[in-house]
């Protein structure tokens, strides 16, 4: 009695209220609950305490923190009540931000990140470009000046005092062979810097110095600087290295000190420099053939810090005149009609803080394109949750009316339903935290499965946490306002007569609509899933030209151990020799660059009679040094004249073999064989006589056309260059880094036997890299299977969810017309027109779905263009499969629940509200 008393002094509760109060105790007494239990439970079913008291507070109460503490108190208890439904709904919100959180993971620590230095912001490099390694005349057609010789960097330094240091740092990087003491010798990167490179960026030293201008100048002692990483896991973190001496290519270096932690030096890359050297040091290593000695050799980026007053389009015009004027000078750029291109190049100043743009530019199409679709994957997982909480509301409607009717304003039930909903979303993207470390990390892993010191963390940073926070709250605010606002509009009345028999159905159309953009949406994934899968076919299934079954890539350095020009025919012969009496051995050779490994050397081509090429006559030609059975050992048939053989020996008349573009190319409708050509000057036109024609295959680009390309004996080195620094060029083509190993039949324990039979023959020889030329290949399309792997994994996850929505959004109907279906039933309706009205209601659904979806997933297609290969972004195949498969999906999602439906026992429908 003491409930109805305190009910009565509620002046706005009706009798028909308190009559169905009465019932709802009455109810729970006799399934076996205490009058007290079944008052308690009566009041939380229908109002809860803090609601009832909502009546007697003042209008501004819901500003009270206690108040929102209570909301949260009851949501945790609402969602403990209903297992079920709040671990689905974590699951599906941890998959879709924790998508987003691990995408977003990489986009900041690839496109957003700024480098571990003083004042990022002032950095500038001198071009936006990344070309790499060496050039020596014009780059661009337009103009566009992106790498420079150390000449030209000494002169546009003096000339832009607006730098308050301008540093020049090596283009591309270098392995070396690495010793300490008696150790053996361990492959390392490097990179060449100038002496105030670490001053430049801002950086000191973890332990002892870093490089100074007084390293970096002739005569100098060769100093290096270690990085954190390769400290901590070379040299195990003995501060001892610091003072003493590693051994690169055999010249002694001392270890000036250990860069910072964090610090992996100007660019963000896969695989960072293991040790930073002046630039002074690089003839040290490079000899005769040293990059720094050639006024028009072009392989540095120069890195500056600019003055906080300087005006960056005024210094860029600046440095454009500037290196007009240089180039001007140079007899390279000026001769044969290039006088004429010089006033088109410029300069261009791009920001460097956050390094130098290589695998930003490389990865930031695909990257940005992983983020949109991560964001379609989270809506619809947003749009399944909203579904859920619509369904969810609109059951507990009679609970809401209840609360209503007993002076709840329906402020406090949107408020109460959001709490829930945004409570719900902070717990997926608790446990999206979880999935988007390790999707990071596995993400990484397949893009740069190589890669030694990778700077890009899978674990999230403080901006990818907030990131996750803040989309979790958006979350549960957007998608939980409409069904708190739908719910909010619940009537007393309908708590007395049963919503179940309410016609009025306010969630029946926002879930419509909700799965009609899953289904497009999903679409639109599941088109771009079969698109890059094709693509990614397409690359890896490509007629390349060469075989790689049962083939192995050994790679070592046999100048790094100190062999000498003259030493290396023995080395070679014996290397031959001693791997081809392996057991299953088909061919050996050597080469100095492999097919598909990513580098080559190039030179202009002149053919003997025709005159100097001009600075826009295509004249330039891949060019490669190999051993006699190199091609037999890839599998590439001679198509004309013949192979190398004994015959072509040092003495001989220096032959060459080509593949048959360079034939189209610089031969045209003539037979090749016999003629002669030269590479960098006129005057050595005739070096070099065709003696057979190779079958094309493709030597870097996979994706590109076949190009020219030339190659050369190892047997026979030419001495007619007058030019030292081409002179020692040629020596240092002598070198071979490749050993290639053609099995008929690979043993079982390959590696071993390999790094066995090389260590027989020198132990000093390391082994840099061994892997199966299959790897060496797919090693191009990380990044390709990267992106289709996760449009295919985010395809499939919206497939899924798409799935799962419209079965539920059926169920939930069956549920709501279950008396309609009886009375259907009852007057002679057979259970297959009830199966086909129920997915006459799916169909419409999904056919809106495609009509849009359709259309959107061209328009995405023609953005991913660019990423595709062998395949049209609209091609029909991948839409019509897409089609296809959602349909299925879709129809026996719609149809189990459509079933049930048909299986209704028409009297207990009729009685079941």
């Known amino acids: 009695m003491r409930l109805f008393r305190f009910l009565r002094r509620k002046s706005d509760l009706t009798e028909e209220l308190e009559s169905h109060l009465k019932m709802a105790i009455a109810e729970r007494v006799a399934r076996g609950q205490s009058p007290e239990e079944a008052r308690r439970s009566a009041l939380h079913e229908f109002g809860n305490v803090p609601m009832i008291a909502d009546v007697t507070r003042n209008q501004w109460g819901w500003l009270r923190l206690e108040q929102w503490l209570q909301d949260v108190r009851y949501a945790l208890r609402q969602l403990r009540k209903e297992p079920g439904f709040t671990l689905t709904v974590v699951i599906t919100l941890a998959l879709g931000i924790g998508a987003n959180t691990a995408i977003f993971t990489l986009v900041q620590g690839i496109l957003l ?17 990344n070309d790499c390694c060496y050039y020596n005349n014009y780059q661009n057609d337009n103009g566009d000046f992106d790498i420079f010789s150390y000449d030209l960097y000494l002169h546009l330094k003096q000339a832009a005092p607006e730098f308050e240091q301008l540093a020049a ?8 062979s690495v010793r300490k003491g008696a150790e053996p010798a361990r492959p390392m990167r490097s990179e060449y810097v100038s002496g105030n490179y670490f001053a430049t960026l801002g950086v000191g030293a973890y332990v002892g110095r870093v490089l100074s201008e007084n390293d970096d100048t002739p005569g100098a002692a060769p100093t290096l600087v270690l990085s954190y990483k390769t400290w901590q896991a070379d040299f195990a973190g003995d501060p001892g290295i610091v003072g003493s001496t590693l051994y690169v290519q055999t010249h002694p270096f001392v270890v000036a000190g250990i860069a910072p932690p964090g610090f992996f030096g100007d660019r963000i890359i896969s695989n960072p420099p293991d040790f930073w050297m002046p630039l002074a040091s690089e003839p040290v290593l490079e000899g005769a053939n040293s990059a720094l000695k050639g006024t028009d050799e072009l392989w540095l980026y120069p890195l500056g810090r600019v003055h906080p007053a300087a005006n960056i389009q005024a210094l860029q015009a600046k440095l454009s005149v500037a290196l007009q004027q240089w180039l001007a000078t140079r007899p390279t750029y000026a001769d044969h009609g290039g006088a004429a291109l010089i006033p088109r190049q410029h300069v261009v100043l791009a920001p460097a803080g956050g390094g130098i743009q290589r695998l930003q530019q490389q990865t930031g199409t695909g990257l940005r394109l992983m983020m949109i679709l991560s964001t379609v994957v989270l809506l619809i997982a947003c749009a399944n949750i909203a579904n859920l909480l619509l369904a969810r509301c609109t059951a507990r409607r009679a609970d809401v009316a209840v609360r209503i009717a007993l002076g709840a304003s329906r402020f406090r039930v949107i408020r109460e339903i959001l709490t829930e909903s945004v409570l719900l979303s902070l717990m997926g993207g608790a446990a999206g935290l979880a999935v988007a470390y390790a999707g990071s990390y596995a993400m990484l892993m397949l893009a740069f499965p190589a890669a030694k010191n990778m700077p ?25 306002t409409v069904p708190a606002w739908l719910a909010s509009y619940a009537q007393p009345v309908d708590a007395l007569r049963g919503v179940n028999r309410s016609t009025a159905d306010r969630s029946s159309l926002p879930q419509r609509i909700l799965i009609v953009f899953q289904v497009a949406l999903s679409m639109v994934l599941l088109a771009g899933a079969l698109l890059m899968t094709k693509s990614l076919h397409n690359l890896e299934h490509q007629n390349f030209g060469i075989t790689t079954a049962n083939r192995y890539v050994v790679s070592t350095d046999p100048k790094g151990v100190g062999y000498t020009v003259d030493r290396l025919p023995a080395l070679y012969q014996q290397i031959e020799d001693r791997f081809a009496a392996l057991p299953g051995m088909a061919n050996v050779s050597l080469v100095r660059y492999i097919p598909l490994g990513g580098n080559m050397w190039g030179s202009c081509v002149i053919p003997q009679g025709h005159a100097a090429p001009g600075p826009k006559d295509p004249c330039f030609a891949a060019w490669d ?3 006699t059975r190199f091609l ?23 032959v060459v073999l080509v593949n048959q573009a360079f034939a189209r190319h610089f031969f045209p409708n003539q037979d090749p064989i016999g003629k002669h050509f030269g590479v960098g000057s006129i005057q050595y036109s005739g070096a070099f006589e065709i003696a057979g024609v190779f079958a094309d295959f493709k030597m870097t680009d996979p994706r590109g056309e076949v190009r020219p390309l030339f190659f050369r004996p190892l047997s026979q080195q030419f001495h007619g260059y007058k030019e030292s620094d081409v002179d020692a060029a040629e020596k240092s083509s002598m070198y071979l880094n490749f050993i290639i190993l053609d099995f008929a039949q690979a043993p079982a324990d390959v590696e071993t036997l390999t790094r066995r039979t090389l260590a027989d023959i020198d132990p000093s020889l390391p082994v840099m890299h061994f892997s199966p030329y299959d790897a060496e290949v797919a090693g191009n399309f990380n990044q390709d299977r990267l992106l289709a792997r996760l ?63 359709i259309p959107a997933a061209l328009i995405a297609g023609h953005f991913m263009a660019s990423l595709l290969y062998g395949v049209k972004p609209y091609d029909p195949l991948a839409f019509f499969g897409a089609i296809v498969l959602l349909t299925i999906c879709a129809v026996v999602a719609g149809f189990i629940p459509s079933r049930r439906a048909a299986s209704i026992d028409p009297m207990k429908a009729l009685r079941a509200d």
Request: glycine share 12%; net charge positive.
């Open 456 to 480: 890009v963390q899978a674990l999230p940073s403080t901006a990818v946490l907030a990131f996750t926070f803040v989309v979790s709250v958006l979350t549960g605010i957007v998608f939980g």
């Open 169 to 176: 740092v090596e283009a591309g990087g270098n392995g070396f």
């Open 791 to 853: 449009t295919s994994g985010f395809g499939a996850l919206a497939l899924i969810l798409a799935s799962v929505g419209l079965y539920g959004v059926m169920s939930y109907f069956v549920v709501r017309r279950t008396s309609e279906i009886g009375i259907r039933m009852a007057l002679g309706a057979a259970r297959s027109g009830v199966v086909a009205m129920m997915l006459r209601g799916a169909l419409w659904q999904i056919l809106v779905g495609l009509a849009i979806g």
């Open 632 to 654: 037999d050992s890839i599998g590439v048939p001679i198509v004309r004249g013949r192979n190398f053989s004994t015959q072509d020996t040092a003495t001989s008349q220096q």
């Open 113 to 129: 990140r700024s480098l571990p230095v003083n004042e990022p912001s002032r950095l500038y490099r001198i071009g936006d470009k």
């Open 625 to 627: 040094r190999a051993s």
